[in-house]
């Protein structure tokens, strides 16, 4: 791993009274230092400040016999607002909300976004920070990612914790405030051993970003789109429930598990997917297949309702039989298509039966502009942008590992435009990737031409939707987490908040 002596020059001091947050640059290009990418926060402006109190509001200084007054008269939520801790509001910016970007506040309060005209005669906030009219925006969503900054889930099973934490704090400081720890197809040691280690975790200046739940790509796939992973940990499900159990655990799936990627036409996978989300509650999504059009379509009716990245790892399409691509052109069929069962309580299980939803590598090198462009046109409201990232991510050229496969990253000569991009070691064969989710947002707005709120949404609201978790995550709205970016309008990252508290390289300690 190469070892990261500066991460950024700059000093970040607590937000308290009247403050000028000074930082230096915020990544480095040097081969002893982390590479943080494109777009992550930049140089600070003077942001915030603690303004006067509003007239008419009650201060936080209030007399003692004041407050006890206001908290024995006013209701449960009032006197929540009353004894919470300090609220923030941010202003002079443009918000992210309601599908559209518009001149408003975010005010928060303890993590959360507040209404403000909860305060009206309550109080006032007690921090404000001008955004300068940026774009105030959720946090982004990566649903699959491998590893980064020298780590890789799949692989460093005996310091997993480390790598949960280094991965988790590199990414918030790149405006990934939440994610799917991502684990490849392994033997069944590995999962037994990892997945207890990478369940849900809340988002924090000292966690990083927020720990989802796992993703488990594989190892129920077909062998003819094994892609990156290894062959020897590739398997089927005559035994249905049983092979899955003893795979991964059951209770290990319900524990810490989202979502797991299988291929429908394995043996037994089909059959069983009702199964697994109906007993251990978890979401599915078809990927490394070769399933035709009808084997994808019912498995989509038994309940899997994502794409692992479309395009990639799956039968090309074609018109008589489309395969899995082919149910872009049916996600909003009417709603009398099979509902999932009702004992499925997964969150993800609840969305929509007509709901589908595919994940883009929008790298430029995974799948071509044009590509992108179709599936878009064909259905925009179902587009997340994920970055498949391994080990690599962040680090200079060099050897490294997907699970147990040798990865070469650097130019490669062989492919078109000889990209910077991750291979398996001596083929041409792509490994993941080492793009920043950000940078997706940027080419798939530029590839597609869509709105600056379509090109945010698919990495915040869209993932938020496939895993049923929008009242909180991927948006503004009053109750949802404060996990927050500003946004320049050529989408490069200024400021992260997670939960309400300002991410730096120095707050979250990273490396």
């Known amino acids: ?77 009032k006197q929540a607002i009353l004894a919470g801790g300090p609220i923030t509001q941010i202003h002079n910016c443009r918000v992210l909300r309601g599908h559209a970007i518009e001149h408003d506040d975010v005010w928060f309060q303890d993590g959360r976004i507040i209404n403000p005209t909860s305060l009206y005669g309550l109080r006032g906030p007690d921090i404000r920070i001008d955004a300068h009219n940026m774009i105030v925006a959720p946090g982004l969503i990566d649903v699959q990612l491998n590893g980064a900054f020298g780590h890789d889930f799949s692989h460093d099973c005996d310091t997993i914790d480390e790598s949960l934490d280094a991965v988790s704090r590199g990414i918030l400081l790149q405006g990934c405030t939440s994610f799917c720890p991502t684990v490849v197809s392994s033997m069944p040691e590995t999962y037994h051993k990892v997945l207890p280690h990478i369940g849900k975790r809340p988002g924090s200046l000292q966690n990083g970003a927020e720990s989802l739940g796992a993703h488990v790509e594989g190892p129920f796939m077909n062998p003819k789109k094994k892609g990156a992973h290894e062959l020897a940990c590739l398997r089927a499900a005559p035994n249905g429930l049983a092979d899955f159990d003893m795979c991964y655990g059951l209770e290990n799936l319900r524990k810490y598990v989202a979502y797991v990627t299988v291929a429908p036409e394995v043996d037994g996978v089909l059959d069983a997917i009702p199964d697994l989300m109906r007993k251990c509650n978890i979401g599915i999504s078809q990927g490394h297949s070769v399933a035709s059009h009808q084997i994808a379509s019912q498995a989509w009716k038994n309940g899997s309702r994502m794409i692992t990245h479309l395009f990639n790892a799956m039968a090309g399409f074609h018109h008589r039989d489309p395969g899995i691509v082919g149910l872009l052109g049916a996600a909003d069929d009417n709603a009398d298509t099979k509902q999932m069962p009702s004992s499925v309580s997964h969150e993800l299980a609840k969305v929509s039966a007509t709901t589908l939803f595919y994940g883009l590598i929008c790298d430029g090198i995974h799948v071509h502009p044009n590509t992108v462009r179709i599936a878009y046109n064909s259905h925009p409201s179902g587009a997340i942008l994920v970055t498949d990232a391994m080990g690599a991510m962040g680090l200079p050229d060099g050897q490294y590992t997907l699970g147990n496969m040798s990865v070469d990253v650097g130019e490669q000569a062989g492919m078109e435009n000889s990209p910077r991009a991750a291979v398996i070691q001596g083929t041409t064969t792509l490994a993941g990737s080492i793009v920043t989710l950000i940078e997706c947002v940027r080419k798939f707005r530029e590839f597609t031409q869509c709105s600056l709120v379509e090109a945010i949404e698919a990495a915040t609201l869209h993932p938020a939707q496939m895993l049923g978790i929008e009242k909180r995550k991927g948006t503004l709205e009053f109750g949802a987490d404060a996990d927050i970016i500003f946004l320049t309008d050529d989408l490069q990252v200024e400021r992260v908040f997670v939960r309400g508290q300002l991410a730096t390289p120095e707050t979250v300690k990273f490396p």
């Open 1 to 77: 791993m190469v070892d990261a002596k500066t991460l950024s020059s700059g000093r970040h001091p607590q937000v308290t009274g009247n403050i000028t947050v000074n930082t230096g640059p915020f990544s480095k290009t040097s081969p002893d230092s982390y590479l943080l990418g494109s777009g992550c926060v930049s140089p600070t402006r003077r942001l915030f400040s603690l303004p006067d109190p509003p007239s008419g509001l009650v201060s936080p200084s209030m007399s003692p016999t004041r407050a006890t007054r206001l908290l024995s008269t006013s209701s449960p939520a």
